[in-house]
């Protein structure tokens, strides 16, 4: 059977085939899906000769995917992620008041913002659940786009011709500096006065490092980065133990060893927004809970 294999044939095989991408190890994918490994190898195996192509490389017990076998991958978790949307709706549809919200939100607004609106929502949507996933912005929309999210709350506010954007809030960011800092006797400082410390910020790719950088070059200077992370409660550990200052939003709890300091030039904030896919069809509760998200605009990290 050639390439041109009708999909009925394919369709069982392609949730095994995602698993296996995943992993790129047939073991953990047989644990992963419950299924013995030799059956997954055959399963696999009938799936590249349907197909009449190579979608993996084998080293031993391990295997890689093949360039096409990674794009693919790509579009079978597309179309995975469409038969879950379908489904999603058909229950909703039965059920209006029913079904499941998959929601990106940012590291920072995790620990406390999160589980107060997520519990504002359910007192009147007691039955909706929630697939929630913590990251970064870029990282969201790419989830989006492929059909793993319904909406994310990032910053900053993405634009772009696929996307819904809807400014919600901003937040104030700090200079956080160790408490026997030189400016921690402060209350606010000119970011300009910080060009020859050393910061620890995020990883590129992340919109509180885009924003430290831009906000230090309208401060006239380029950031000298002594350490990157992926979480600012980490930084803020980084400062407390004097490895650099940084430019944070505020924290989840008060951390000892830091001081935090209001940047008065340049303004020192990031919005906070949320975003959807424009024109894609959406759930009873993914609009409802769009919706709750609109109407705390302007007041989304206050609590």
Known sequence: MAADAPAALLAPRLAQFAGVARHEHITQAARELGVPQPTLSRAIARLEADLGVDLLARHGRTVSLTPVGRAFARSVERALADVAR?????????????????FGFLHTMGPETMPALIRAFRETHPRVRFALVQSYGEDMIERMRAGELDLCLTSPVPDAPDLVTRRLDEQRLSLVVPTDHRLAGRRRVRLAETAE???????????????????????????????????????????????GVALLPPPTVPRPGVHDLTVTAPRAVREIGVAWMAGRPETAPVTAFRRFLLSRRGALTSG
């Open 86 to 102: 379908a489904a999603e709706t058909a229950r909703a549809d039965a059920d209006p008041g029913a079904g499941k919200v998959a």
């Open 197 to 243: 410390e050393s910061f620890v910020t995020l990883e590129p790719g992340y919109g509180l490092r885009r924003l430290t950088d831009a906000l230090c070059a309208q401060a006239g200077f380029r950031p000298r980065i002594a350490f990157e992370g992926e979480e600012p409660e980490t930084l803020r550990g980084l400062v407390a133990a004097g490895l």
